[in-house]
């Protein structure tokens, strides 16, 4: 049991403050600038620092032109992509974007990479103001796009190597030394000299991510990175992306797939966001929490609910925010 003794900065669990509560395994709470998980059978706590936050996205609101009003109009209605969208992210976590398609999860990354100007808000990306200072964040964000396009005619390591070029001013021995590293990383060094035409869909994923990692990015962002792949490739590359967020990293990847979040102690996400149609965010929490704060059984139930745009937890899904913030 978690008791608390009035000696403030917390216990929090879920983001809110709490004065008594239990815990199970695998179960966290945080206090202070640590977060303590409970292990080995309810017995012993594991502590880990809290990283500093990384990514404060705050009201942004975004939208684009629409279809004409009419066949004889020139106006156009307006699309909304963003609204209303708020989470901080810290560094070192993983975040998965939930919702269904055309809910807006692809928008909030084309608003993080600087793709889909606000209408209104706040992007800050380790303190610096992502909408006025793009030029100088570029460098620090990574995006890696649902559809793959890559230049299936050289070998991997060509691949890489150009792609590099590109985009870093080390010299050859640094960047030969990174493309190794970054390969064996994502356990792609058997093919390092193959073919990319030759390559599995699975293959051909981690290269797209690893075309990325080279200039260690930040923010990494992926819309879909395991579409089309079976859940064993899933979980094992987004194992990959969890521990390259453990190295100090902040990474953000839109979803369909959730096999990832029902078992808490092997998750390689950290925080999941949902979001309901028009991009608005209405939950952002813990993977154990989703299910039980939004009152559903099932992933598939919760997509239901985001279609019909019902209540949930008793609270219209167009109100910001009925889960933890």
Sequence with gaps: RLRDFGHGHGPYRFGQQVKSDLLGPDDYFDFANRRYYVRDGCTELQELPLGPVNLIVSGLEATSPGPRAGWLSR????KVRLYGMTFVQREKTLVAV???SGAGKSSLLYALIGDLPADQGSLFLQGLDITTRSAQISDKL??????????TSLTVRQLLTYSFHLRDPRDENQRKTTIEKVCADLKLTPQIDQVVSTLSGGQRRRVSIAIELLSEPVLLVLDEPT??????MDREIM???????????TVI?????TAHLRDHAAAAVTE???VADKGRPIFFGAPQRVRPRLGVRTYADLMDQLVEENYVDGRKLANPWPGEK
């Design 239 to 249: 194992g990959q992306l969890r521990a390259y967020a453990a190295d100090g990293r």
């Design 142 to 151: 990574g995006y890696v796009p649902q559809d793959i396009d890559l230049y």
């Design 227 to 232: 579409s089309g792949l079976d859940p064993g």
């Design 272 to 274: 999941v966001l949902v």
């Design 98 to 100: 939930l919702g269904r």
């Design 75 to 78: 106006r156009t209605t307006a």
């Design 253 to 257: 990847a839109t979803t369909h797939s």
